[in-house]
């Protein structure tokens, strides 16, 4: 088996979904993200999601297309930082977000 081969076969194992296998749709996206930014991006067709820790750009392709019955071009994962701080009373948990692409022709309708 050739080097090229080899990595042929590991983008097809990483390109599986791994979430996906343990939990269902709704258990990998968590909520919208509705701030000022996310507002105005949907204007350029991107959504942002909070989504599970576990769960990787096929995971959340898939259970968005099963949820809101859209074909997502591209999606982007950002993990979140925790932003606890010993001497303010705000403590931020961290988390794992996704940045939904659409093409123009599609729509999400998120809660506001």
Same mark, same amino acid.
């Given at each position: 088996?050739?080097f090229?081969?080899k $990595?042929?076969? +590991? #983008?097809?194992?990483? %390109?599986? !979904?791994? #979430? $996906?296998? +343990?939990? #269902? !749709?709704?258990?990998?996206?968590?909520? !919208? /993200?509705?701030?000022?930014?996310?507002? @105005?991006?949907?204007?350029?067709?991107?959504?942002?999601?909070?989504?599970h820790?576990?769960?990787?750009?096929?995971?959340?392709?898939? %259970?968005?297309?099963? $949820?809101?019955h859209?074909?997502p071009?591209k999606i982007?994962? /950002?993990? /979140? !930082?925790?932003? @606890? +701080?010993?001497?303010r009373? $705000?403590? +931020? #948990?961290?988390?794992?977000?996704?940045?939904v692409?659409?093409?123009?022709?599609?729509?999400?309708?998120v809660?506001?």
């Amino acid at each position: 088996m050739t080097f090229r081969q080899k $990595l042929q076969q +590991r #983008a097809i194992k990483n %390109a599986s !979904p791994k #979430a $996906l296998k +343990r939990f #269902a !749709p709704h258990d990998i996206i968590l909520a !919208p /993200v509705l701030t000022e930014k996310t507002h @105005g991006q949907q204007e350029e067709h991107k959504y942002v999601f909070k989504v599970h820790k576990d769960a990787n750009k096929n995971d959340v392709k898939l %259970a968005i297309a099963y $949820l809101y019955h859209v074909n997502p071009i591209k999606i982007n994962i /950002v993990n /979140v !930082p925790y932003k @606890g +701080r010993s001497q303010r009373k $705000l403590v +931020r #948990a961290d988390y794992k977000k996704a940045i939904v692409t659409l093409s123009e022709n599609e729509k999400i309708e998120v809660g506001v």
